[in-house]
T-cell receptor
Framework: GENVEQHPSTLSVQEGDSAVIKCTYSDSASNYFPWYKQELGKGPQLIIDIRSNVGEKKDQRIAVTLNKTAKHFSLHITETQPEDSAVYFCAATYRGYSTLTFGKGTMLLVSP | GAGVSQTPSNKVTEKGKYVELRCDPISGHTALYWYRQSLGQGPEFLIYFQGTGAADDSGLPNDRFFAVRPEGSVSTLKIQRTERGDSAVYLC???????????FGQGTRLTVV
């Protein structure tokens, strides 16, 4: 089955800095890679996703890049704000539907 | 509804008891997923429904766990003879089709004492 590794497990940045979270996956058949933000006591919220036929996708301050050859993908957050503080999860799916294998998460702390 | 709704939000039960957890997906979403999230971990897949049928139940840990979705909308996750190791947050998600983005509910925190 699929295995997703996520790094770092914690990330502390100053407000206004950029943050980068990296994930690798094991199954070359994986074709959909979403990123979720989870705040304390809440369910994961989809913030951006990318499919295997695209190398990069941006949405305002958030971008995701995908390297299919190396089997890794990254989340980039620019101009971080305190409200970006949360746990971020990457995920991958190879089954042709949206059943996801998640990474272990990255706790992002943005200090004012 | 506006989002995926799960009830109850918290459930405390004694070891050996039976529990049911409910999920109301987003209206019109045909696909429904159950995940389990232990403290400090990412969600782990349990079961996937397409319509009324369980298309993939490979994530269910053992036969104490069972889920139904009789009318293709609301789903219930059932756990028999609960064990302390079942304590976790149980998350439900739904998507419009089987290969589109999934939206999660807030979860049910199950504590087995």
């Amino acid at each position: 089955g699929e295995n997703v590794e996520q790094h770092p497990s914690t990330l502390s940045v100053q407000e206004g800095d950029s943050a980068v979270i990296k994930c690798t996956y094991s199954d070359s058949a994986s074709n959909y890679f979403p990123w979720y933000k989870q705040e304390l006591g809440k369910g994961p919220q989809l913030i951006i996703d990318i499919r295997s036929n695209v190398g990069e996708k941006k949405d305002q301050r958030i971008a995701v890049t995908l390297n299919k050859t190396a089997k890794h993908f990254s989340l980039h957050i620019t101009e971080t704000q305190p409200e970006d503080s949360a746990v971020y999860f990457c995920a991958a799916t190879y089954r042709g539907y949206s059943t996801l294998t998640f990474g272990k998460g990255t706790m992002l702390l943005v200090s004012p | 509804g506006a989002g995926v709704s799960q009830t109850p939000s918290n459930k405390v039960t004694e070891k050996g008891k039976y529990v049911e957890l409910r999920c109301d997906p987003i209206s019109g979403h045909t696909a429904l997923y159950w995940y389990r999230q232990s403290l400090g971990q990412g969600p782990e897949f349990l079961i996937y429904f397409q319509g009324t049928g369980a298309a993939d139940d490979s994530g269910l840990p053992n036969d104490r766990f069972f889920a139904v979705r009789p009318e293709g909308s609301v789903s219930t996750l059932k756990i028999q003879r609960t064990e302390r190791g079942d304590s976790a947050v149980y998350l439900c998600a739904s998507s419009r089709e089987s290969n589109t983005e999934a939206f999660f509910g807030q979860g049910t925190r199950l504590t087995v004492v």
